[in-house]
């Protein structure tokens, strides 16, 4: 399995908590994303990093954020959690060491109520 | 812009058996890469099996095995001697030279035993 690890595997918050989602993967990768899916549905891209103060944002409009300070650390930021958040996130990291193969951390279920 | 297809959201198939997950894709580029990926109920998303387009033999790996066809845009995946741990969501997914990661919107495998 990759070493890429996520915290927290599960969440619930209340309406208008900030929350940060916590990935870092060991692999020394330079491109890392976060998808959003909802249970047994498609993967949507909502964030992407190719490297070191490199961010952009992806297909999904997101009221999320993320930063990319150091190569391993990609967190995902919810100022104010809505129910609408609630899903899966996942969190993947890849790289030309990696045969250009994307790997997936463990996810994140958040359940905002 | 690239687009990746699994036209059949649910399929089922007797242990032991052999099926064939179906992926088309559009792309104008000449280079690039191929991929299913498995994510087991309520758990990791994980890589099964990879192809690279300059390649045209047809990667294997144990049990799965892909029939690309790169004219056609097509790359399906055949699971033979299905186990019931093969029961899972299937991603395909197609990675372009810029880096960029499209998945499919899945295809839930159940193994019947």
């Known amino acids: 399995e990759a070493d890429i690890y996520q915290t927290p595997r599960y969440l619930v918050i209340g309406t208008g908590k900030k929350i940060t989602l916590e990935c870092s993967q060991t692999m020394g990768h330079d491109k890392m994303y976060w998808y959003q899916q909802d249970p047994g549905m498609e993967l949507h891209l909502i964030h992407y990093s190719y490297g070191v103060n490199s961010t952009e944002k992806g297909d999904l409009s997101s009221e999320s954020t993320v930063s990319r300070i150091r190569t391993e650390h990609f967190p995902l930021t919810l100022e104010s959690a809505r129910p609408s958040h609630t899903s899966q996130y996942l969190c993947a990291s890849s790289d030309l060491s990696s045969g250009n193969t994307i790997y997936f951390g463990e996810g994140s279920w958040l359940t905002v109520v | ?113």
Not at chain 2, 12 to 17: F, G, L, M, N
Not at chain 2, 20 to 26: F, G, N
Not at chain 2, 61 to 80: G, H, P, T
């Open chain 2, 1 to 113: 812009a690239q687009t990746v297809t699994q036209s059949q959201p649910e399929m089922s198939v007797q242990e032991a058996e052999t099926v064939t997950l179906s992926c088309t894709y559009d792309t104008s580029e000449n280079n690039y890469y191929l991929f299913w990926y498995k994510q087991p109920p309520s758990r990791q998303m994980i890589l099964v099996i990879r192809q690279e387009a300059y390649k045209q033999q047809n990667a294997t790996e144990n049990r799965f095995s892909v029939n690309f066809q790169k004219a056609a845009k097509s790359f399906s995946l055949k699971i033979s001697d299905s186990q019931l741990g093969d029961t899972a969501m299937y991603f395909c997914a197609f990675m372009n030279t810029g880096n960029q990661f499209y998945f499919g919107t899945g295809t839930s495998l159940t193994v019947i035993p």
